[in-house]
Every structure is written in structure tokens, then in C-alpha cells.
């Protein structure tokens, strides 16, 4: 096992960006002064130090919302994407529930979504959770059955933090839009890796993570339409911070971060996503080369670049990682990798549960290196290698 001190993280090659991404050195620099001297509480306004902290509170929300095509006004900023995607669900269903009663989503959707909407079942609400298809896909023949006059939310992923699927979001939004339901989209995983537009795809409800697009841990978003309004039910009430939808105050640090994460994500992301494509294919012709037997899960062309997720035939997926603490490789989601239950995405997929035992997930991102991508290939191709010798040998 890898020390805890941190001088041996260095030696590890980061292949796990879907659960977070290293805060960018930039994004650092642009925080560093709320933690000094720019102190100010953002909503003291009677002063210059209040002032100057509420003048870039506001410039990192116009960085927001510039890369959703939206307008500052309509970003709330919230702890990360679980909250917002509890705010939005949540808020959405209560402050409709007499008249709309009924919630949709996806089979595949991160735990705090799944969650969110069991909870409204408990509640009383009306749950409709739908399967995708092999590739993981949403099925918009049963989305749009689904969708009534009494739906008040439906709430798919842009894409997946497991598989990287990205869902087609702007049939989604027509769809929804066509029925009056408020189209959510939980976009923690597809923000800043592909482009998005809340008025183009017609997304009323967006949620945003700081630490997945290179910016910091414990700040998110969530994006509310003014028009057609979107009405919410706060889930935290105080003193009417963030237009009274999450009251408390806000860490300036944490929201300047957010906005520098999303302004070098508007920047830098159409050439970022062409090479980390091009990383994630170099480490696929890797272990093609090397002819491992695997399977690639979910659909290839509709897909995050950074991502694989990969089964390697006869390997379990914890023993490899195992093999390999040379390398940062998850099975999943992080709340999950501690569970020998088989992923609920895969089997939503319809994998098999011995495919999704084998199953791992590689995540590429900004700082990754061609040099890292070929070392990875070379310890997967030996680790699986040397896996599958001694599954053999004992088989005999
Ligand atoms: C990481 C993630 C979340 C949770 O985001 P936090 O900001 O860590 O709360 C929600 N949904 C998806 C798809 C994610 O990948």
C-alpha cells in the first residue's frame, strides 16, 4: 500500500478524475488572497471589506454562468452537486406536489439522485425510475411516455460518472418543455468537457461540482431559469442569501475558485478534450496491442473523453487494483468502491455480474501525461497478465 505521507502520492499515476480532479494551480492562486487579507463577509455591504468580497462572489457567478449560457442571477451557489441535486428534486417536487405529484429519472443516476427521489417516494410522491439501454442511453420513446401533465421534474444526468455516457440532452429538454416539466440535468460530471447551454438543450435545473472541472472541494451550483420561472422549495432557510433558495454565507474562496475553474474550462476545453481523447485512445490501442482480452462498457461514440470503463476477462476488478498501487483506479463512484455489491450502473446496463466484477473505471483529465498513459498500459498489460497466469494455474 501507498504511504499516507504525502511525498509518495507523487509516485502514483492519478487515473481517477471522475471522483475528483486535482484543483488547478491557477484556480489556487485566484483563492488564495479570500483566505488573507480579502476576508470580507460578501453580504457586509456597508463597507470595503464586505464590498470587495461581494464584487468577486459575483464575478466568479458570471464566470458560471457564462459557461452554461446562462445569466449570473440564475446561479445559486450551493456545497457541491449533492446539494443542488437535492435542491433542485427536492424543491421542485415539494413546491409542486399538489398539482404535480410525479418525479422521473434514470436507472443510472448518481446515489444523491436516486436517493433524493426514494425519499420523495416515501413521501408520497409518485416515482418513475427508467431503464436505459445496453449502450446507457436513455430510451426517449419510454421518456416520453413517461412525461405527463403531472410530472414536475424529470431529472437525467448529462453524463455518467461511471461509464461516461452522456445522454441527449436537448431531446430531453423538448420533450420535457412539451409537457411542462422542469427538465433537471445533474451536470457534475459533464461540465467543462463538453459544451453545454442551458437555453439551447432547454435545461431548467442544472447542478454544478467544483472538484470535478479542477476547481475546489465543497462548492457547486445549481442553475435556476427565470423565464419560464422555476419555482423551489429551499431546503435551508436563514437569512435569504442566494435569493432566499440557500441561506448562510457564502465562502468567497470557494466561489472564486469555482468561477476561475469555469472560466479556464470555457477557455481551454475544446483543445483539453481533444487531447485527453487522444490519451484515452492511446491507452486503449495499449492494452489492444498487448491483446488482452477485455470488454469496454457502455457506448463508445457517446461518451466523455477521459473515460474507460473496462473489463478485463477472467481479472476481478479489486484484485487488479490491488496489483497495481502504482496506479489510482477505481471500480466506480467512490461511495460504492468500498462495497463487493456489483455496480448498479453496469447492471442497469444489463452486464452481467461477473462482466461488472471485472469492471474498472479510468479516468483521464488535464494533467495527465502521455509518459502516464504508457507506463499505465505497460502495469495493466503485466498486472492482468500475471492475474490471468496464476487464475489459470490454480484452475489446473
Ligand atoms: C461527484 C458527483 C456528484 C456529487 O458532487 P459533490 O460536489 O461531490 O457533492 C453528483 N453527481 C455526479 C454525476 C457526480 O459525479
Same mark, same amino acid.
Given at each position: 500500500?501507498?504511504? /499516507?505521507? /504525502?511525498?509518495?502520492?507523487?509516485? &502514483?499515476?492519478?487515473?481517477?478524475?471522475?471522483?475528483? $480532479?486535482?484543483?488547478?494551480?491557477?484556480?489556487?492562486?485566484?483563492?488564495?488572497?479570500?483566505?488573507?487579507?480579502?476576508?470580507? =463577509?460578501?453580504?457586509?455591504?456597508?463597507?470595503? @471589506?464586505?464590498?470587495?468580497?461581494?464584487?468577486? &462572489?459575483?464575478?466568479?457567478?458570471?464566470? &458560471?454562468?457564462? *459557461?452554461?449560457?446562462? #445569466?449570473?442571477?440564475?446561479?445559486?451557489?450551493?456545497?457541491?452537486?449533492?446539494?443542488?441535486?437535492?435542491?433542485? %428534486?427536492?424543491?421542485?417536487?415539494?413546491?409542486?406536489?399538489? #398539482?404535480?405529484?410525479?418525479?422521473?429519472?434514470?436507472? $443510472?443516476?448518481?446515489?444523491?439522485?436516486?436517493?433524493?427521489?426514494? !425519499?420523495?417516494?416515501?413521501?408520497?410522491?409518485?416515482?418513475?425510475?427508467?431503464?436505459?439501454?445496453?449502450?446507457?442511453?436513455?430510451?426517449?420513446?419510454?421518456?416520453? +411516455?413517461?412525461?405527463?401533465?403531472?410530472?414536475?421534474?424529470?431529472?437525467?444526468?448529462?453524463?455518467? =460518472?461511471?461509464?461516461?455516457?452522456?445522454?441527449?440532452?436537448? #431531446?430531453?429538454?423538448? *420533450?420535457?418543455?412539451?409537457?411542462?416539466? @422542469?427538465?433537471?440535468?445533474?451536470?457534475? +460530471?459533464?461540465?467543462?468537457?463538453?459544451?453545454?447551454?442551458?437555453?439551447?438543450?432547454?435545461?431548467?435545473?442544472?447542478?454544478?461540482?467544483?472538484?470535478?472541472?479542477?476547481?475546489?472541494?465543497?462548492?457547486?451550483?445549481?442553475?435556476?431559469?427565470?423565464?419560464?420561472?422555476?419555482?423551489?422549495?429551499?431546503?435551508?432557510?436563514?437569512?435569504? +442569501?442566494? !435569493?432566499?433558495?440557500? /441561506?448562510?454565507?457564502?465562502?468567497?474562496?470557494?466561489?472564486?475558485?469555482?468561477?476561475?475553474?469555469?472560466?479556464?474550462?470555457?477557455?481551454?476545453?475544446? #483543445?483539453?478534450?481533444?487531447?485527453?481523447?487522444?490519451? !484515452?485512445?492511446?491507452?486503449?490501442?495499449?492494452?489492444?496491442?498487448?491483446?488482452?482480452?477485455? $470488454?469496454?462498457?457502455?457506448?463508445?461514440?457517446?461518451?466523455?473523453?477521459?473515460?474507460?470503463?473496462?473489463?478485463?476477462?477472467?481479472?476481478?476488478?479489486?484484485?487488479?487494483?490491488?496489483?497495481?498501487?502504482?496506479?489510482?483506479?477505481?471500480?466506480?463512484?467512490?461511495?460504492?468502491?468500498?462495497?463487493?455489491?456489483?455496480?448498479?450502473?453496469?447492471?442497469?446496463?444489463?452486464?452481467?455480474?461477473?462482466?461488472?466484477?471485472? /469492471?474498472?473505471?479510468?479516468? %483521464?483529465?488535464?494533467?495527465?501525461?502521455?509518459?502516464?498513459?504508457?507506463?499505465?498500459?505497460?502495469?495493466?498489460?503485466?498486472?492482468? $497478465?500475471?492475474?490471468?497466469?496464476?487464475?489459470?494455474?490454480?484452475?489446473?
Amino acid at each position: 500500500m501507498v504511504s /499516507s505521507a /504525502s511525498d509518495g502520492l507523487a509516485q &502514483v499515476i492519478y487515473l481517477d478524475n471522475q471522483a475528483t $480532479t486535482r484543483t488547478d494551480p491557477r484556480v489556487v492562486d485566484a483563492m488564495l488572497p479570500f483566505f488573507s487579507e480579502r476576508f470580507g =463577509n460578501p453580504h457586509s455591504v456597508d463597507h470595503a @471589506y464586505g464590498n470587495d468580497a461581494e464584487t468577486a &462572489v459575483e464575478a466568479a457567478r458570471a464566470d &458560471v454562468a457564462a *459557461l452554461i449560457g446562462a #445569466e449570473a442571477r440564475e446561479i445559486v451557489f450551493t456545497s457541491g452537486a449533492t446539494e443542488a441535486n437535492n435542491l433542485a %428534486i427536492k424543491g421542485a417536487a415539494h413546491f409542486h406536489k399538489a #398539482e404535480r405529484p410525479h418525479v422521473v429519472t434514470l436507472a $443510472t443516476e448518481h446515489k444523491c439522485v436516486l436517493e433524493s427521489v426514494a !425519499r420523495l417516494e416515501r413521501e408520497g410522491h409518485e416515482v418513475t425510475v427508467l431503464g436505459v439501454d445496453r449502450d446507457g442511453l436513455v430510451d426517449l420513446v419510454a421518456l416520453e +411516455q413517461a412525461v405527463t401533465e403531472r410530472t414536475a421534474v424529470v431529472s437525467i444526468m448529462a453524463a455518467n =460518472n461511471e461509464i461516461g455516457v452522456v445522454q441527449p440532452l436537448a #431531446e430531453i429538454g423538448a *420533450l420535457c418543455r412539451a409537457r411542462g416539466a @422542469y427538465f433537471h440535468s445533474d451536470a457534475a +460530471q459533464a461540465l467543462g468537457k463538453i459544451p453545454l447551454d442551458v437555453n439551447a438543450m432547454q435545461i431548467d435545473l442544472l447542478s454544478i461540482s467544483g472538484h470535478k472541472l479542477y476547481g475546489p472541494k465543497g462548492i457547486g451550483a445549481l442553475y435556476v431559469r427565470r423565464r419560464p420561472r422555476v419555482r423551489l422549495e429551499p431546503m435551508i432557510d436563514g437569512g435569504g +442569501q442566494e !435569493r432566499g433558495l440557500r /441561506s448562510g454565507t457564502l465562502a468567497p474562496a470557494l466561489c472564486v475558485g469555482l468561477g476561475m475553474a469555469c472560466r479556464l474550462a470555457g477557455r481551454e476545453m475544446a #483543445e483539453e478534450a481533444k487531447r485527453v481523447a487522444a490519451l !484515452r485512445d492511446r491507452l486503449v490501442e495499449r492494452l489492444r496491442e498487448a491483446a488482452v482480452p477485455l $470488454t469496454i462498457n457502455g457506448a463508445m461514440d457517446h461518451r466523455l473523453d477521459g473515460n474507460l470503463n473496462v473489463a478485463f476477462d477472467g481479472v476481478p476488478a479489486h484484485a487488479l487494483i490491488e496489483a497495481l498501487p502504482e496506479l489510482a483506479l477505481s471500480t466506480g463512484s467512490a461511495c460504492t468502491s468500498a462495497s463487493v455489491e456489483p455496480s448498479y450502473v453496469l447492471r442497469a446496463l444489463g452486464i452481467e455480474d461477473a462482466t461488472a466484477a471485472q /469492471s474498472l473505471r479510468i479516468s %483521464i483529465g488535464r494533467f495527465n501525461t502521455a509518459e502516464e498513459i504508457d507506463e499505465a498500459g505497460r502495469l495493466l498489460v503485466s498486472a492482468v $497478465t500475471r492475474l490471468r497466469q496464476a487464475q489459470s494455474a490454480a484452475a489446473q
